[in-house]
C-alpha cells in the first residue's frame, strides 16, 4: 500500500504539473481531463497522508514498547497503539475503494427522464413524486438543473418529464437510479380507500461529448423523388422527397 501511495503521489505532481503549463490550459479538452484527474488524485493523496502519518505513529510507539524502560512512555505508546491501529485498517479500506478503477461516464453530466407507466392517473402522480424528490435532492447537492421537456398528466404529476444535472460526478451519482419504480398505495384520486399499485421509469444517460466531424459533401449522394400518378403536372415536378446517402458510412436520411 505504502508503495502504491508513492507511485500515485508521483504522478501527482506530474499532474500539477502539466494544469499550470500555457500549452496544456490552451487546450480546453485535455485540461478538463487533468482537472478531473487532479481532483481524483488529491482524494486519493490526502487519505494516503493520514496512512502514512498512521504507520510512522504505530512505529514509533511499537519501538518505544520494544525499548523504552519508563512505565509512563510505555504506557503512552501501548495507548498511541490501540487508538491508532483501528483507525489504520478503517484508512486502508477506503483507499482501496478510492482505488478501484472508475468508470469514465461517472464523471459527466447527465440527463434523468422520468416517465409514468402502469397505474394511469396515479402513475402520473407518482411520476410527479419522484421528480419533486429527485430535485430537492438536486438542490440539496447544488446540482445546476435545467428542464428539458414536461408534459402533465391529467390529475397532477406528469406523464414524462426530463432535467439535465450538471456538477461533479453527476452521472456516477446517479446511474443506479435507473429503472421501474413501483409504488402500492391510496391514492389521492381514489374514493373508495382501495390500494392501487403503479409504476414509473426513470432512465439516467450521461452527457454526450461534443464530436468534431469532417464532413465532405463530395461523399454524399442525393437522390429525389417526385408523386407519380394524377394530380397535375405541377405535383408530378415538384420534388417532395429527398434521401441523403453518406457513401462511406451508408447512412441515410
Not at 30 to 58: F, P, T
Amino acid at each position: 500500500m505504502e508503495e502504491k501511495i508513492h507511485a500515485i503521489k508521483q504522478r501527482f505532481n506530474e499532474v500539477n504539473d502539466l494544469i499550470i503549463q500555457p500549452d496544456v490550459i490552451a487546450d480546453a479538452k485535455r485540461y478538463i481531463k487533468l482537472n478531473q484527474e487532479y481532483k481524483e488524485l488529491k482524494n486519493i493523496i490526502d487519505r494516503g497522508d493520514i496512512y502514512l502519518n498512521l504507520i510512522a505513529n504505530i512505529d514509533e510507539a511499537k519501538e518505544i514498547l520494544k525499548n523504552e524502560k519508563d512505565p509512563e512512555m510505555k504506557e503512552m505508546a501501548k495507548m498511541e497503539l490501540e487508538e491508532s491501529e483501528p483507525k489504520l485498517v478503517e484508512i486502508e479500506e477506503e483507499i482501496k475503494i478510492l482505488l478501484i478503477p472508475k468508470d469514465p461516464e461517472d464523471s459527466k453530466n447527465a440527463v434523468m427522464e422520468i416517465r409514468a407507466g402502469a397505474g394511469g392517473d396515479e402513475a402520473g402522480i407518482f411520476a410527479g413524486d419522484l421528480f419533486n424528490m429527485y430535485m430537492r435532492y438536486f438542490e440539496k447537492q447544488g446540482y445546476k438543473t435545467e428542464l428539458l421537456t414536461m408534459n402533465h398528466a391529467s390529475h397532477g404529476g406528469y406523464k414524462e418529464v426530463s432535467v439535465s444535472i450538471e456538477g461533479e460526478n453527476i452521472f456516477g451519482n446517479l446511474k443506479f437510479e435507473s429503472g421501474v419504480h413501483r409504488v402500492q398505495r391510496v391514492p389521492a384520486t381514489e374514493s373508495q380507500g382501495r390500494v392501487h399499485t403503479s409504476a414509473a421509469s426513470v432512465a439516467v444517460l450521461p452527457e454526450a461529448e461534443d464530436v468534431d466531424i469532417q464532413l465532405d459533401m463530395k461523399d454524399v449522394r442525393r437522390d429525389t423523388y417526385r408523386a407519380q400518378g394524377a394530380g397535375g403536372q405541377h405535383v408530378n415536378k415538384t420534388e417532395s422527397a429527398v434521401r441523403l446517402t453518406h457513401i462511406p458510412t451508408n447512412t441515410v436520411v
